[in-house]
């Protein structure tokens, strides 16, 4: 049951502050009303709090709480201001910390075979084939990223059929791990990256099934790992971004994205996004990290574009990736936007965005044509170019100025 006292928050907070601790709690106010939420935020007078039940953020004056709750506000510390920019709703359901599971660690398969010539290591959702042995330090490192993207992935209440089964022995899903980047490049890695998805997906245009893809893989090198060429962990300086990336793309391989290049490469950079310290995921840094990106190209005048938001949906791959432009920032660009147009239904879009995502996801996988399946991104919405004012003035108001061709 919600309070009648409590009041939708404005986007702007004035002089919010961040409680790096936020657990969720029953909060009681003097009538004796209680409500379970967690603390976001107070500016003095007023207190944000984000609702357990529905995920959503709402203001209450503080002087209407019991006097325990006020003496608990009064208590916090505050820490660094928060932009009211990054304060965003979240949707029914969305995950917020996600923890690694318990069974991460790697097996080694093949440890009795003196003559190996590459190092077979399992857990319970993938297969890793190292080209060095690895140490302990080195195995439970993978073992917290792949499965803990692997739990990350499947808390998001999306239609994403790989993560929704346990998965059989045999079938756990493979990465390559090279020592060096001479090895990584021989083994299909693209000049200038430090880790990919080599798909089936690129190869044929059909309908794709778990035998399909049985054979596709991550190819990652040690050094994206911090790992050295023999195997061993150096720091704790992996790139989360680029690798949660990657195993993103072998995760959502089936959802059918091959025709639809914004989702397949804005789904793995939200994910990229999200904040990872080595044992879990926070969701609720991931919309914090996209805006920052976003200002980057905001502060270079990067925004103005030669295209309409339908159009984009609808680029192609060597279009997005930039292939022909002389602009070297320009698949770098549409990365980001495509992970701007992916945290606008999840975040900016109310409670219709992630349901229109949804949809148009499921509308993928069931093979719909490609205009009958864009529209289920409208919604309410008429056509598109609502949808890109909408996209535009939501961005807007987060401090990001985007112009889209009309």
């Avoid at 002089?15 to 409500?35: E, H, P, Q, V």
């Avoid at 608990?72 to 690694?100: C, L, Y």
């Avoid at 925004?303 to 938001?309: A, E, Q, R, V, Y």
């Avoid at 719909?368 to 949808?387: E, I």
Wanted: glycine share 6%.
């Amino acid at each position: 049951m919600h309070f009648t006292w409590l009041k939708s928050m404005s986007a702007v907070l004035a002089a919010a502050f961040l409680f790096t601790n936020a657990d969720a709690r029953s909060w009681t106010d003097k009538k004796g009303r209680t409500i379970d939420a967690d603390f976001v935020s107070t500016d003095g007078t007023n207190v944000t709090l984000k609702l357990t039940k529905t995920g959503k953020t709402a203001t209450v004056p503080i002087d209407s709480l019991s006097p325990k709750d006020v003496a608990f506000v009064n208590e916090q510390e505050t820490q660094e201001p928060v932009d009211s920019a990054d304060v965003v709703d979240m949707p029914d359901r969305w995950p917020e910390k996600v923890p690694g599971p318990k069974n991460f660690r790697l097996k080694e398969e093949n440890a009795k075979d003196k003559n190996r010539s590459t190092y077979i290591y399992k857990t319970a959702n993938f297969r890793f084939t190292s080209q060095k042995p690895l140490d302990e330090k080195a195995q439970e490192a993978i073992g917290r990223l792949y499965e803990g993207t692997f739990a990350a992935v499947k808390r998001m209440p999306l239609p994403i059929p790989r993560v929704k089964s346990k998965r059989r022995p045999g079938q756990e899903l493979k990465a390559l791990l090279t020592p060096d980047m001479a090895s990584y490049y021989a083994a299909g890695g693209p000049q200038g990256s430090v880790g990919v998805f080599r798909s089936a997906m690129a190869q044929t245009n059909k309908r794709l099934t778990e035998k399909d893809v049985q054979d596709d893989m991550t190819i990652v090198p040690f050094t994206a790992l911090g790992i050295s060429p023999d195997g061993k962990l150096l720091d704790d300086k992996i790139d989360s971004h680029t690798l949660a990336h990657e195993i993103t793309h072998q995760l959502t391989c089936l959802c059918n994205f091959r025709n639809s290049i914004w989702i397949n490469e804005g789904m793995s950079e939200y994910v990229g996004y999200v904040p990872y310290d080595g044992n879990e995921f926070d969701f609720t840094g991931a919309f914090k990290n996209i805006r920052e990106a976003a200002m980057v190209y905001e502060q270079h005048g990067k925004w103005t574009l030669p295209f309409t938001i339908e159009e984009f949906i609808d680029m192609s791959q060597d279009t997005f990736y930039g292939k022909g432009s002389t602009d070297p920032n320009y698949g770098h660009r549409n990365y980001t936007l495509a992970a701007m147009l992916v945290a606008y239904h999840f975040h900016l879009d109310d409670r219709y965005g992630l349901r229109n995502f949804t949809n148009y996801m499921n509308a993928l996988q069931r093979g719909t044509a490609p205009d009958k399946c864009k529209k289920t991104l409208l919604g309410k919405r008429k056509n598109f170019k609502q949808l890109q004012d909408d996209f535009s003035a939501a961005w807007k108001e987060k401090g990001v100025n985007i112009q889209f061709k009309e």
